[in-house]
């Protein structure tokens, strides 16, 4: 009979040795790993899972939606101001409903999971807490990912159809003008309503997401409430708009010396630039956005992103639950 039990425990846990078999307390307990990207992914996948019931992605999803698809619904101009039109308020919303799904979404992680006790049940497995984390945001960028896709490919189908509409109108009014004519006037259509410069602003926008994903994130360690977190993120995202502002009014009315420069590079890195990651108006404008400018804001939003994970990892080592 004790045999059988032995032979029955060694099948549940294999790390296990039956009794008489020697061996240190270090062989008795299976071995486990200080990092596991399986343990991440699981948590990433129970996070997004999570975050895709919540009725406040659907209704920022569907009114960013609806609002790039009225874009095209505007008054009759010229196809040049058309195009500017849809562009700016496309990205405008995309920029604006990301950011809110970036912070609203992060805001709930961890003091949800505390209310609902089930961070208890996650860390007791043993999960270590960089893990909850990274598997934590990890679900909120791939969250703001699908987000940014599937309205960057509807503001894509709204702009291809006005494109094509105009393409219509303009081949039907020119009908009689002269071949050459006509293909420099589709040229300039075709050229209005798309540039090279659309898919690396809507990259800057995800990046500018991911930042305030981060950063909220880090807030929310030492935040008592969901409520608080936004309430503090809502004052960063203002600071962070007006920061560049500020700075250029500072040292024009104070001495640039060192100490300023020092004061303004503090406050830089605890709230950042956030109009720096604004890119739309280039775009709209028709401004080429070179590679070094595309290249140093995402470095600068994936540096934002990185440390400030690193900060929430930090404190939250450091917390009481």
Not at 28 to 34: G, I, M, N, T, V
Not at 88 to 114: E, K, N, W, Y
């Amino acid at each position: 009979m004790t045999n059988d039990r032995n032979d029955l425990t060694l099948q549940r846990f294999p790390g296990r040795r039956s009794p008489g078999e020697g061996g240190n307390a270090s062989t008795l307990a299976k071995p486990y790993r200080a990092f596991s990207v399986g343990r991440i992914g699981a948590i990433t996948v129970n996070t997004l899972t999570e975050l895709t019931r919540l009725k406040v992605f659907y209704f920022l999803l569907v009114f960013a939606l609806l609002l790039i698809g009225s874009s095209m619904f505007m008054a009759q101009l010229t196809f040049q101001q058309e195009f500017q039109i849809l562009k700016d308020v496309s990205l405008g919303a995309m920029s604006i409903f990301t950011s809110l799904l970036a912070i609203v979404a992060t805001a709930r992680l961890i003091p949800q999971d505390i209310e609902d006790r089930t961070i208890y049940t996650i860390l007791a497995k043993p999960v270590p807490r960089l893990e909850y984390l990274l598997g934590k945001i990890a679900g909120v960028l791939l969250l703001l990912a699908i987000g940014t896709l599937v309205m960057g490919a509807v503001f894509f189908l709204v702009l291809y159809a006005r494109e094509q509409t105009l393409v219509h109108v303009t081949m039907r009014q020119m009908a009689a003008a002269p071949r050459e004519q006509i293909d420099e006037a589709l040229r300039a259509v075709r050229a209005s309503a798309f540039n090279s410069d659309i898919l690396p602003g809507i990259v800057i926008i995800y990046l500018k997401a991911c930042l305030l994903a981060a950063l909220t994130l880090f807030v929310s360690t030492f935040a008592t409430t969901n409520i608080f977190t936004i309430v503090v993120m809502a004052f960063i995202y203002f600071i962070g708009h007006l920061q560049a502002i500020a700075r250029e009014y500072w040292l024009q009315e104070h001495s640039s010396g060192w100490i300023s420069r020092v004061f303004l590079a503090v406050v830089a890195l605890i709230f950042p630039d956030l109009q720096a990651f604004n890119l739309v108006d280039d775009i709209v404008a028709g401004t080429a956005i070179s590679l070094g400018l595309f290249f140093k804001t995402a470095v600068l939003g994936v540096f934002y992103t990185t440390i400030y994970t690193l900060l929430a990892a930090f404190v939250f080592y450091g917390k009481e639950l």
